[in-house]
């Protein structure tokens, strides 16, 4: 009769111990101060900008927005809103037109390649102030032709949300959305595009019933980088915006002029913004998910 052995237990290493105080420990560094943000800003109304805190309420989100704050957080708030969306719509179309692009080589296409994603290595402030000049001297070059037939006025620039803000914020979403429809399209199977074109389907057919559904959840990644990135910019939004701040820089004005947890609510407030959007696309992707396998065939 074969006797049944039980195999031991292996001990974890001291290394594994070391190695798990250390990940909690850059946990805690990561996360720690959003932790403390969101908690110093539920202060009472005599509360500080350090603990302990005076009080439990919603005193300062309120009074931020409640327009009793130093910030106009309403208006701050529709042109990050507006120019994030603008941003994650741009990215995803014109990501996904250059993955078709480059499915087939052309001329000069590894150094449009190499133009397209020399932004990442750039400082973003020297993006910046790129943008900025390049839209200035526009400015001086076209500016008396423009008034002579009254389209501008003779002082004015082209700086703003959407010309040299939205300019900045592509050259920062769009090298991610890049990389990732060159990675997809690289490794899509063509034959199901040739058995849709044998079936009699078009080209826009064949991308609409089969391309389209097969990259949608990347889709939806490079729409979340594309609004989360321009939500949370601030170094290529400095010199680019004009005489508009968007969220961002008015949470980082506030860091030198405010002294109350107004800056806490403001800095709760953005993040409360990323994480709904993140979170309510992830819900809209399960769900579309859920209901695919629903109505799918059934094998055999």
Do not use: C
């Amino acid at each position: 009769m074969a006797v049944k052995t039980v195999p031991r237990e292996e001990k974890r290493p001291r290394s594994f111990y070391l190695l798990a105080l250390f990940f909690a420990l850059f946990v805690i560094f990561l996360y720690g101060p959003v932790v403390t943000i969101l908690t110093l800003s539920f202060q009472g109304p005599s509360g500080g900008l350090t603990f302990p805190m005076n009080g439990v309420s919603f005193y300062w989100l309120e009074r931020l927005w409640g327009g009793g704050g130093s910030v106009d957080i309403g208006s701050a708030f529709r042109r990050s809103l507006a120019l994030g969306l603008t941003v994650m719509v741009l990215t995803v179309v014109i990501s996904v037109l250059a993955g078709l692009a480059f499915r087939k080589k052309f001329r000069g296409s590894t150094a449009l390649f190499y133009v397209a994603v020399a932004s990442l290595i750039v400082p973003s402030i020297v993006v910046s102030l790129g943008i900025a000049l390049e839209f200035r001297i526009l400015d001086e070059i076209l500016r008396p032709y423009l008034a002579a037939v009254g389209l501008t006025s003779p002082r004015g620039n082209s700086l703003g949300l959407f010309t040299s803000g939205l300019g900045s914020h592509l050259s920062w979403t769009l090298p991610f959305g890049l990389l990732i429809m060159f990675a997809v399209f690289n490794r899509l199977d063509k034959s199901y595009e040739e058995a849709a074109r044998d079936l009699g389907a078009t080209n826009w057919q064949s991308f609409r019933y089969v391309i389209l559904p097969m990259i949608a959840p990347f889709l939806i990644g490079i729409a979340l980088f594309g609004f989360t990135l321009s939500w949370d910019e601030i170094a290529r939004s400095s010199q680019t915006m004009g005489s508009t701040n968007t969220l961002p820089l008015e949470l980082a004005a506030l860091t030198t002029t405010v002294t109350t947890p107004e800056i806490y609510a403001l800095g709760t407030s953005v993040t409360a913004v990323s994480f709904t959007v993140i979170f309510g696309t992830l819900a809209a992707f399960l769900l579309l998910q859920r209901r695919r396998q629903r109505h799918a065939p059934k094998a055999g």
